[in-house]
């Protein structure tokens, strides 16, 4: 079987898939793993808690966000007891992902460019065809596979920004730095972070305002973002579109399935992926093999994104009510709303809460009995 895209999603589910015993063929259009990253890296407590990733590759844990309006004045300051935040060495994640991964028994290629599939034959740019039973497009948000198996494909995006650059040691505990500016993140946030030796400084909003001028909001807001550190070494700049339309309903047929962003296994409000991804990767590797091993097309609908949707009406109503804070005014009224006990509360359950995504366990599907 073929899994298109090495991304965190693709080498979660090729691993798991190996791990069954089946072969499994990883293929990705970037010629190094460590190029093309277009995440900032932020793991949550939930996924730290429920998945092995290696300590040596996440920073410090984070425990204080602080919200600011427009005005940068009076932030929201919430403060949990937890470690709520690590941010990742990413391209470290990729090479730890790829190397468990081969030592499962996948096979990766890197620098082959996918063209598309039909009747089980799958063409690359510049590379012969392979046959593959079953094809899983974990291809990014935008994802061709999706569109070539006939499956759902994301419609409802934010594109982000972001810059990493080398900071010097502070030793001060890490704070997660969040604005709420229309003017330089429409209907989303700028943010800055930082891991102990690298600072994050991003902005993302809506396609349409951020299209006229991402770079240029981007670097405008990196002058004099709270919480800023000055460079020591040269910036990296990452970005892309983030699907926050909710997982698609149709995920997955006969021929194949979709996970990570092409899936749209993101957070419709905070954005975050990389939990959804690990969590849906999980599952998907589960419904294919039993798939694969008994044929019966009904073992997919354990893989259905429309009972998972039922999950994200909430938080699909807050995402629009997001993106219709246009005008700085508003952005203070509502980080003003924060201030108060029930806007912090809620602001601390959005941030700090378990619920960040649906539990999919439930929708494993049962093994059949011989």
Not at 297 to 320: I, N, S
Request: net charge positive; charged share 20%; proline share 7%.
């Amino acid at each position: 079987m073929l899994v298109v895209g090495a991304g965190l999603a693709g080498l979660h589910t090729a691993r798991r898939l190996a791990l069954g015993g089946l072969s499994v063929l990883l293929v990705d259009r970037r010629s190094s793993l460590a190029t093309g990253i277009r995440t900032t890296g932020i793991f949550v407590r939930r996924t730290l808690d429920d998945f092995d990733l290696p300590g040596r590759l996440l920073g410090p844990g984070v425990r204080e966000v602080l919200i600011y309006p427009p005005s940068r004045r009076t932030p929201v300051r919430l403060v949990s007891d937890r470690d709520e935040y690590r941010v990742a060495d990413m391209p470290g994640v990729y090479a730890h992902a790829r190397a468990a991964a081969e030592a499962a028994g996948v096979r990766v290629r890197l620098g082959s460019r996918y063209i598309g599939v039909a009747a089980g034959l799958v063409r690359f740019a510049g590379a012969d065809p392979v046959a593959a039973r079953f094809v899983i497009g974990a291809d990014g948000a935008r994802s061709r596979v999706a569109r070539d198996l006939g499956l759902d494909v994301n419609r409802r995006f934010i594109v982000g920004a972001e810059l990493v650059h080398p900071i010097a040691p502070t030793g001060r505990a890490p704070v997660f730095h969040c604005v709420l500016d229309p003017r330089v993140a429409p209907g989303y946030l700028g943010w800055v972070i930082d891991d102990g030796r690298h600072a994050h400084v991003g902005v993302a909003g809506s396609p349409a305002a951020m299209r006229s001028g991402l770079r240029h909001l981007l670097d405008s807001f990196a002058a004099d973002a709270p919480g800023r550190a000055a460079p020591t070494g040269p910036i990296e700049r990452r970005g892309g579109p983030i699907p926050v339309g909710g997982v698609l309903r149709r995920l997955a047929c006969p021929a194949g399935l979709l996970v990570g962003d092409a899936a749209g296994d993101v957070s419709p409000l905070t954005a975050g992926g990389l939990d959804p991804c690990l969590r849906m990767s999980d599952l998907a590797a589960a419904v294919t093999a039993e798939f694969l091993r008994t044929g019966d097309e009904g073992v997919l609908r354990g893989y259905d994104g429309g009972a998972l949707r039922a999950r994200f009406r909430g938080r699909l109503l807050l995402r629009r009510a997001f993106a219709g804070i246009r005008s700085p005014l508003l952005a203070e009224a509502a980080v003003a709303f924060l201030h108060s006990p029930a806007g912090q509360a809620a602001a601390a359950r959005i941030l700090f809460g378990d619920g960040s995504f649906p539990d999919v366990s439930v929708h494993r599907p049962t093994p059949l009995r011989a």
